[in-house]
């Protein structure tokens, strides 16, 4: 059976069991039909626990697919079973854990096969429903920046009071479809009645500073404070205008009142039976690329360990989570799973995708010193992730093409660095093939009493470049940084400007971690160029951008779209 | 207190008692929240009863407001008060009434103030969620209608198989937001790996063939049939090129994907406890402007009258319903209520707005002599309407401002014609407020058994020409039909092509009987211009464009959303 078949052979229980087993009283929950339902936080009792924090991470994405998804909700499902279990830990028996992970994009979903629920045994459900409107939270942050777009050209229309420079507008509009098309646009023509010609785009909508914005912000306060410092473009004297300037009183009100709804967490279930926010989608690349902040903490009022994952590799993904999400959302996260694959550890190592499946050779000789050149970027990442005072677990997710010998190579390899590290068979098992990762996370997760030992890598008085640096030497291992000329003026206007405080957000390729996305394994000595420093005030960052950074896809040749139809009963064929 | 605060201090019967009253089971039941749901219609049972349809519309609308919506909602609860009443009539003891309404669009609630779910104590609700998101419909038909032109756009850069002219392509995408600047664009800018140069632009997603088809489609696979036949555009050899030619076997199934849950209809309540479905919303000018076919025949399953409405006045919206919704629906409508207002009429009576609200005057001889002059633009709907073979109530929808002896001598109007007619007093009184115009009209409702008198203006071997003539002749009163060259060009190519058949939809100013807005009254004499000719045949009509058709709207100098916000609890101000 492939994701979709096993999903909908499957019998979920009704939202609202789930949530009255999670801890959520009835009168907190809003259904979006049986089996999903936001949470309305402000009905919560008290403030609850703290839950625990434990971020999914993986190594340097490969075209073989690592199931970071996958095994956050299997482990998820895994911990609970953990829990119950005759044999659990003592500090785990009757403890709770929650799932907290992205909501899908539909531009993906019908460009690229390929959805972002998990996958077999380890999939957060309805998968159907999750991966087309779900609760209509993209939709809605959709038509929040569009109105912010509308706006914008409107003052621009009726008069220009701000005095606006309409070339200085980065701000572009935004869709939730993968369309090229609209990359690069020139809007506004049509003379006099039609608005201010100017050049501007679409991105999608994952890309846009409403998204980041709506996945940091702590509450609906917090959410119009940050949409409020939304620069809109600069006057024609280079001073920024923002969103809190448009208008009587700044477009941010309009916008929260189309946000205010889907800032609230989308409750679901995994196969497993486990509650599960999904929740929020930034870029993991321009933006910070975790769930909602809204999200994780709801989860920490409800569970004892919250589980979730943040975009591309750790070099990316778990940086991020690291120096920014845990900030702004004040959770010290509690301990690091790192997603590793026999398959992707060979790409590293030097093996062509086209012999990762041949079969015959797996776990002969070559294939074991491809793994073995390869596990030098797990390596890496192990380092990493330490650095930030947080025990780290590798959890090996299995693939069916993986033999005994490669596994068994692997996971020693990890014993013998004295990291804990276990196979994890979700896809296959669910819950019960996380069992042993389960295990492994249980005896190094500090108990609720103690403090992590997170800390950020930057220091509060770091300078934006000084925050770079030390992401590209001491995350990445290169030699140093250089500046485009245009990235160098930026620098210094940020400094001019008093923005030189703020926290960077690195927009690097996810497969290398370099600035070259075919430079695999663990390169040493390189140096990292940034291009463009752009400001982003109200997700609260300034996006370094290394190589070039794609805000809107396009569609392949033969897009999923071409695969898809639903019959009269709404059955719906070729989704994944 | 306004009509959101009215709203806001009602207490809300949970969406599924209204459901269970309405004979919808459980299971049928999709919530979205505890006061919306959507209706699976598959899950009703049997084919349950034929339900009368009664037809809300109006004289043309002026900026005095009419309130058909208003009436449409405050004559279901009376239509049901009644009922119950210890003198209800014979024929309506114990029977039941449901509204079909039209679902708000975000572009007008954030532009020009005003909602669009009725007023006062005839309003459906939750009404700010019924402005707001809603339960996503035009969210999905949105991203439905930008899949499919992402696919065409993909289909240009991939080569261009199907030999598309990109000049022809006449397909717009679509946001639901008022944006003017994105009218006339240039899209596809960047070169070789960008997509293809070209010009286009962007309608609102009410405006959308996707939307018109939605609303006009009997099911599923109608929708995917309808969806199929849109044409993109045409080869460089003039032929073309349809949705259902795109891919492997065309863009309708991953369109219906998209589409399939939208489509059931949304379940609300009235103010007055009414079971109400809130469903689609095509523009009533280049397109039908009713709700979906789907909630009016669900509707009919469920109750004895639906109570619909139609977008505009008796001349476009009546007059589509009667020779288009009601062919597509396949519902004979059983009677026409026709909205008429003091203020409304005076102001066809040549009254300056500014004169309208300066008090002492009002019920004095000038007025009334505006009233008797106006009143003829009621007396041309009347006469259209009793044309189509149904019988006519007009409801007086009274304004605070109104006199008695203006009321009086306006329902006096209609007494001496024969007409039956009553105040009604919905804003303030709800339900109770319409009980009059109730009485009239189950008078003269033909009893179940009975078969509507109704029947199209058109026959079937009418061509295209024919139709026109016949619309602009027989309801608004011209004297004849011009052609521009263009209009004329696209009309022998209609015949040429084999499409002369089709039924036509009418976009002329809803101001006027005439295509010049500013010409008010009953005008004789004059000539309509028909200036181009859209062929639309997922809708399954010719669009007839008379004057100029705007299908993107722009946002006013001061745009409501200035003035909305949300506090930190949620509550909302400044919507309405």
């Known amino acids: 059976m492939n994701d979709a078949e096993i999903s909908a052979a499957a019998t979920l229980e009704p939202v609202a069991d789930v949530a009255h087993r999670a801890g959520i009283p009835a009168e907190a929950l809003i259904p979006y039909g049986h089996h999903m339902a936001k949470v309305d936080t402000a009905s919560l009792a008290g403030p609850g626990q703290n839950g625990r924090v434990v971020l999914v991470t993986g190594t340097n994405p490969t075209p073989a697919g690592e199931g970071k998804s996958t095994v956050t909700v299997g482990l998820t499902d895994g911990l609970n079973l953990l829990a119950r279990a005759d044999d659990a830990p003592d500090a785990w028996a009757g403890k709770t854990a929650m799932a907290a992970l992205r909501e899908p994009s539909l531009g993906p979903v019908f460009g690229m096969k390929g959805g ?19 609760t209509g939270d993209f939709h809605a942050i959709t038509s929040a920046h569009n109105l912010l777009c509308a706006l914008v050209d409107n003052h621009l229309h009726r008069g220009n009071e701000l005095r606006i420079d309409p070339r200085t507008i980065a701000l572009k509009r935004a869709l939730d479809t993968n369309d090229r098309s609209l990359r690069q646009t020139i809007i506004g023509l049509g003379g006099r009645t039609e608005s201010v010609p100017r050049e501007s785009g679409f991105e999608i909508t994952v890309a846009t500073e409403t998204m980041a914005v709506f996945c940091l912000a702590t509450g609906l306060e917090d959410l119009k404070e940050r949409l409020s410092r939304i620069i809109i473009g600069r006057t024609y004297d280079r001073q920024p205008v923002t969103v809190g300037d448009l208008g009587l009183h700044g477009a941010q009100g309009a916008m929260a009142v189309l946000l205010k709804d889907a800032l609230k967490p989308n409750l679901v279930q995994t196969l497993g039976g486990s509650a599960a926010f999904v929740h929020g989608g930034p870029f993991a690349n321009i933006a910070h690329g975790a769930n909602s ?18 975009g591309f590799g750790a070099d990316l993904g778990g940086q991020k989570f690291m120096d920014i999400t845990a900030v702004a959302g004040g959770f010290p996260p509690a301990a690091t799973v790192i997603v590793a694959t026999v398959r ?3 790409l590293n190592g030097g093996m062509s995708p086209e012999d990762l499946d041949t079969g015959a050779e797996h776990g002969d000789q070559p294939s074991l010193e491809a793994l073995e050149a390869g596990v030098a970027n797990l390596a890496r990442h192990l380092e990493n992730m330490a650095a930030y005072g947080v025990p780290v677990v590798v959890a090996v997710n299995r693939f069916p093409q993986d033999t005994e010998a490669e596994l068994d190579w692997l996971t ?24 042993k990762v389960a295990r492994r996370l249980v005896e190094v997760l500090p108990a609720e009493e103690e403090e992590s030992g997170w800390h950020s890598l930057w220091t509060d008085d770091m300078t934006v470049a000084e925050r770079i640096e030390t992401v590209v030497t001491q ?11 245009a990235a160098r003026y930026q620098l210094d206007q940020l400094v001019a400007e008093g923005w030189d405080h703020l926290p960077v957000c690195m927009a690097k390729t996810q497969y290398s971690f370099t600035d070259d996305p075919a430079v695999l394994g663990a390169p040493e000595g390189f140096i990292v160029t940034v291009r463009d420093l752009a400001l982003r005030p109200g997700a609260g960052f300034v996006v370094a951008l290394t190589g070039s950074v794609m805000t809107m896809p396009g569609l392949p040749r ?3 779209a071409d695969s898809m139809d639903v019959d009269s009963s709404g059955h719906v064929t070729g989704l994944f």
Chains 1, 2 share one sequence.
């Open 116 to 134: 972002a629920t998990g996958g077999g045994y380890a999939q957060v459900v309805p998968m159907e429903n999750i991966n087309l409107h779900f």
């Open 293 to 310: 902040i809204t999200a994780t903490n709801t989860a920490r009022r409800l569970a004892d360990v919250v589980v979730t994952e943040a």
């Open 344 to 346: 992707a550890l060979k």
């Open 412 to 435: 020693g390899w990890c014993a013998r660095r004295g990291v804990p590290a276990a196979v994890a068979d979700v896809w296959a098992r669910g819950g019960e093939g996380a069992l």
């Open 475 to 485: 995350i990445y291992g290169g030699a140093g940084v250089e500046y485009t000329p």
């Open 558 to 560: 033969t897009p999923a």
